[in-house]
């Protein structure tokens, strides 16, 4: 029965971070892989989760099962804080929400409701988009089409010409997804403008909008980075929001997200809610629960919702400040490309703009490791690596 089967190419990402383990070099660096990391290089586990884990330990009775939509609890707190109180509480009884195992499990879960109450729908992702896109949604069994997006020369967004492939080819029921925020990989976000755009777009073509929030938080502040998706909302007879708490809250392997269903009318919530959970039902049947457990557990309390709020804006601060010295560090060096889209990008990621030729060599020669694409994850410079990384670039440019 198997025997007909071939090794499949393991995902690149993933494959460059077992690469980078293997190497030896002293100064490797790693720009790979999208986690955040801290000057020494770690991905930490952040106080308020690490105080948080120690409540629930002292405090859980039990495991039993939890359901397919999760903890209510959770499903709560993390609407409030995508959409914030007000448009929360006014959405509510338009909204059915269900925590997920990670965006993926999000993004999955959204894709199979989608082919199950509208088989023909398309859905429209940006080009380019972030690689997992295709397997989440086109496995699923939804074809996929693209929307022009970043623009390699000026490092922002092609806007024109993404309303103008949207407008003229995206059908009513089609889905546009969109990044929330922080735009993986390109790092090119789209202005407040541009979101009202869009959502008299969708309102015009009866065009759903679908987003992808992964990064809430590591753009601009927790409240500044959902307000292009808080215009959308408030706007919209329909919408899916998949958001992720891997990189916010530090707990990827929890697989701790959700998925966000917004029907036109309260009346059709409990249907749709039901066909959502029959999905989850059919899939894995009800997410983990601990990761969830951990950030109702922060977000309920005062005191540690502080503590996680200071310990994220000194994660984005220091994204912030290592954009602005990357671009400084490769001007003194003499570089004559522009490289400062990269300082008014947002989020993890930038393309640096070089060829796969360069990724390789860059690789070869001074052990920095980044996406062949030329993806970087800001995250991975630090004080202790930055001149290395712009001596290597520079040399590389200018060789
Ligand atoms: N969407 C985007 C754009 C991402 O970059 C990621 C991952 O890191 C995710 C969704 C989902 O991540 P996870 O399933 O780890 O929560
Ligand atoms: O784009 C990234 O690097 C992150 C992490 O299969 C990631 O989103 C990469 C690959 C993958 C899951 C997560």
Redesign the pocket.
């Known amino acids: 029965m198997f025997e007909h089967l071939k090794a499949k190419p393991a995902d690149p990402i993933l494959r460059l971070m077992q690469e980078f383990r293997e190497d030896s070099h002293p100064q490797k660096v790693d720009l790979g892989v ?1 986690v955040y990391k801290d000057e020494q290089g770690h991905t930490p586990l952040m106080q308020a989760v690490d105080r948080a884990q120690r409540i629930l330990v002292e405090s859980e009775l039990t495991k039993s099962y939890i359901g397919p939509p999760g903890s209510p609890l959770f499903n709560d707190q993390i609407t409030q804080l995508v959409l914030g109180n007000g448009l929360a509480t006014k959405l509510k009884e338009r909204l059915a929400v269900a925590q997920t ?5 999000a ?1 999955r879960m959204a894709a199979e409701f989608i082919k199950s109450c509208q088989p023909t729908a398309r859905v429209w992702v940006s080009d380019p988009t ?1 690689a ?2 295709v397997p989440l949604l086109g496995g699923a069994g939804l074809p996929l089409e693209t929307y022009p997006y970043y623009d390699q020369q000026t490092g922002g967004v092609r806007f024109d010409a993404m309303m103008e492939t949207l407008k003229k080819s995206a059908r009513a029921g089609d889905l546009v997804l969109l ?1 929330g925020c922080c735009h ?1 990989p390109s790092g090119a976000d789209l202005n407040s403008k541009q979101w009202q755009e869009i959502t008299e777009f969708c309102l015009d073509k009866g065009v759903v909008p679908f987003v ?1 929030m ?2 809430q938080g590591l753009g601009q502040g927790l409240n500044e980075d959902a307000l292009g998706v808080r215009y959308l909302f408030n706007a919209v007879p329909e919408a899916l929001l ?1 958001t ?4 916010n809250f530090g707990l ?1 392997r929890e ?3 959700a998925l966000m269903l917004l029907s036109a009318k309260a009346e059709q919530t409990p249907a749709t809610a039901s066909e959502l959970f029959t999905r989850i039902r059919s899939h894995y049947s009800m997410p983990p629960a601990h990761g969830a457990s951990v950030v109702e557990t922060i977000l309920m309390n005062s005191q540690l919702a502080e503590l996680w709020q200071s310990e994220l804006n000194a994660m984005r601060k220091r994204i912030q400040t290592l954009r602005l010295q990357l671009n400084q560090g490769l001007k003194a060096r003499g570089v004559d490309r522009d490289f400062s889209f990269i300082e008014r990008q947002q989020g993890m990621f930038s393309f640096l703009g070089i060829s796969p030729e360069q990724v390789n060599q860059l690789r070869k020669d001074f052990s920095i490791y980044m996406v062949e694409s030329s993806r970087i994850n800001l995250a991975g410079l630090s004080a202790h690596n930055l001149d290395y990384v712009c001596d290597g670039i520079a040399s590389i440019l200018k060789g």
């Open positions: 999208g195992p990670g965006g993926c499990g993004l972030w997992n896109h990044h993986n992808d992964a990064y998949a992720s708490c891997s990189k990827y697989r701790t997200g």
